[in-house]
């Protein structure tokens, strides 16, 4: 049917209407897209580009260099290793399992380490590259170089790592660093970003870990491009970070290397201090361990033997370890008596072999008795009776108030980990931390170091280098951070009476240098090298028992602590043998040894011993001497 012109002219007004408006439609849209492009490109580019730079370049944190620590002499003690590893990228690898294998027939690998880097691989981001082998040698790092088209994903890199040149000497004061665990993370309030970094390390126990932040110093930054999932194509540029101030301690490396060969096989420490500044010149516990196997993560195997090593190798006893300072805290209770005004060095005491308290016997430690003794003698001879006597008159509440001016009783303030206050007791601290009344017994064994009184071997040297010097000496370990010095530990003088300490101080040369004295047969010969002491045994099980008919863990601790020389004191040393015997016996040839060779600064000569004691000073010198050459072989091997 045709259409008339009426309805072909009212078609095309339809189409026209409608295109028209389809047309201001596009128009509209058209314009509106433009004007977004251009608000886009224009108003926001710079938004944009900073947008896109965040999404083509990354920041990589750069670890930085540890601060190195020196003894008092500029000798190393800790510093850092150039070292490589091999690491892999779980994204570049595609089949892990299959690229470890063929390393490995290239490389030795460890089986532990590996399992821990595929737990790594597979909890963390696939591009981020986890450590495989670590500290391999330049030959494994070659042959992984040569044959990296078959081993995708793997890049042999080079680092730094924490080494301990002297091993065993500084072990248990330096401490040692390892990586950042979850547990280290929690003690941060907001950890730093560089602590988050794979395998970083930090310090874990002793000086490494009490100055931490002065050691770590501050990361560095490089900027890398990557491409859309996260791999990284180039190095844009890079910021190195700020190195960890270094630490010179007040410890001598010679001195701490004869201590440790000179105790031996023994459980024992030794410290010895500067008077003049309370510099720790050794402080030293045996037997010790390797740091450098926690650094590098020590085996199961390794862990086991120093764990269930009846000796302890991993405690730090000279801090960490309190024990019965015996008849060396008599010097305590005799200043107390002094300074209470209830004696005079002259007045004697009748010791018959015991006494009674009540219905307990006290026994002195010779049953047939010393008869009548003085201050002097006492000290001399060790007479038990004497401080029974003086623990009656004195009382427990005038003893402990000594011991604390002496230094026990609290912590030393020295970096060290785990550092005991031990334990000065009175009246207050039974009733508080026992329940129960103190009784006149506990005063009369508190009096001659056993019952409840517990110092270390640092609080004893503490101790006697007040005593000679009449100051409130302090130890000081660290010498200088960053070249800044540290205080001095010089002290103050002590609210003491100076001849009462000049009666002390006769009395502990007498222990040294009289025919009578217990300490007699460790005296030292060289007039102007003399030392005063005191010798102590600190019982391990209350029974009258002979310490050869025992087992080694129950036999009596051996202690001696001096100072010298005696006409003016420049150290005191401090010794504890651990189940050791006799003080007089065990402890007292052992601090004669030290005190000379600190005194001397290397082997003294034969004629500063007694005649009957040069051929076998003769040759432990030499045996320490073969024994010292033949670490420094085996040093220069594991270097």
């Not at 990354?58 to 601060?67: D, F, M, T």
């Not at 890398?224 to 990284?232: I, K």
């Not at 720790?280 to 090593?309: C, H, M, Q, T, W």
């Not at 623990?391 to 108030?401: D, F, H, T, Y």
Request: with cysteine.
């Amino acid at each position: 049917m045709r259409r008339t012109p009426r309805d072909s002219a009212e078609s095309n007004r339809k189409i026209t209407r409608r295109g028209l408006m389809l047309g201001g439609a596009q128009l509209a849209f058209g314009g509106a897209l433009a004007l977004r492009m251009r608000y886009m490109q224009v108003d926001q580019a710079d938004e944009f580009r900073l947008l896109a730079e965040e999404n083509r370049v990354n920041i990589h944190l750069i670890p930085p260099a540890r601060g190195r620590i020196f003894d008092r002499e500029g000798r190393v003690i800790a510093e850092n290793e150039q070292t490589y590893r091999i690491t892999m990228r779980r994204e570049d690898a595609g089949d892990v399992e299959d690229v470890i294998g063929r390393l490995s027939a290239l490389v030795e690998l460890d089986r532990d380490e590996v399992e821990r880097a595929l737990e790594e691989m597979r909890t963390s981001p696939p591009f981020l590259q986890v450590t495989v082998a670590d500290r391999v040698s330049w030959e494994a790092i070659s042959r992984v170089a040569v044959n990296a088209p078959a081993l995708p994903g793997v890049t042999p890199e080079v680092g730094l790592s924490r080494v301990y040149p002297q091993h065993e000497t500084f072990a248990h004061v330096v401490g040692y660093v390892g990586p950042v665990s979850e547990r280290d993370l929690e003690r941060y309030e907001d950890p730093e970003p560089v602590l988050r970094i794979p395998r970083f390390q930090i310090g874990k126990v002793g000086i490494e870990a009490k100055f931490e932040d002065q050691l770590r110093g501050s990361a560095g930054a490089k900027r890398v491009e990557v491409n859309a999932v996260g791999r990284v194509m180039r190095e844009l540029d890079r910021r190195e970070g700020e190195a960890g101030g270094d630490l010179q301690l007040t410890l001598d490396s010679a001195l701490q290397d004869y201590i440790k060969a000179r105790l031996g096989e023994e459980s024992a420490s030794a410290v010895v201090m500067d008077l003049e500044h309370g510099d720790i010149l050794a402080i030293a516990s045996a037997p010790s361990y390797d740091p450098n196997k926690f650094v590098r993560g020590i085996s199961v195997k390794d862990y086991g033997e120093l764990r269930d090593n009846n000796h302890r190798p991993l405690a730090s006893k000279t801090v960490q370890d309190a024990y019965p300072p015996g008849s060396t805290f008599k010097i305590v209770t005799a200043l107390a008596a002094l300074d209470a005004g209830l004696i005079t060095p002259d007045e004697t005491v009748y010791c018959p072999g015991y006494m009674e308290v009540g219905s307990r016997r006290f026994h002195c430690w010779k049953r047939a008795g010393h008869g009548h003794v003085n201050l002097e003698n006492s000290l001399r001879d060790s007479c038990d009776v004497y401080y029974y006597d003086l623990a009656l008159k004195v009382g427990i509440e005038n003893i402990a108030a000594m011991g604390r001016k002496l230094g026990l009783g609290a912590a030393p303030e020295v970096p060290m980990s785990a550092v005991t206050a031990g334990l000065m007791p009175d009246k207050d601290w039974k009733r508080r931390e026992r329940g129960a009344e103190w009784l006149i017994g506990d005063t009369v064994n508190a009096s001659i170091g056993q019952g409840f009184v517990l110092t270390s071997p640092l609080q004893q040297a503490i101790m006697v280098a007040r005593v000679a010097t009449g100051r409130a000496v302090t130890p000081r370990l660290v010498r200088s951070v960053n070249g800044i010095e540290t205080p001095s530990g010089g002290g103050e003088a002590l609210d003491l009476s100076p001849s009462h300490l000049r009666y002390i101080r006769k009395a502990m040369f007498a222990v040294s240098n009289s025919r009578r004295g217990t300490a007699y047969r460790s005296r030292i010969i060289a007039d102007n090298m003399r030392m005063a002491g005191k010798t102590g045994t600190s019982q391990v099980l209350n029974r009258v028992v002979r310490n050869q008919d025992v087992p080694w863990e129950e036999r009596d601790h051996a202690l001696f602590v001096n100072f010298a020389p005696y006409d003016a004191p420049r150290i005191a040393v401090s010794i504890v043998v651990e189940h050791g015997g006799g003080g007089s016996s065990v402890a007292a040839p052992i601090a004669r040894d030290i005190t000379l060779q600190a005194l001397y600064g290397g082997d003294p000569p034969l004629d500063a011993y007694p005649t009957a004691d040069r051929g076998r000073i003769k040759a432990q010198q030499e045996r320490l001497e073969r024994e010292r050459r033949e670490r420094a072989a085996e040093l220069g091997r594991r270097a």
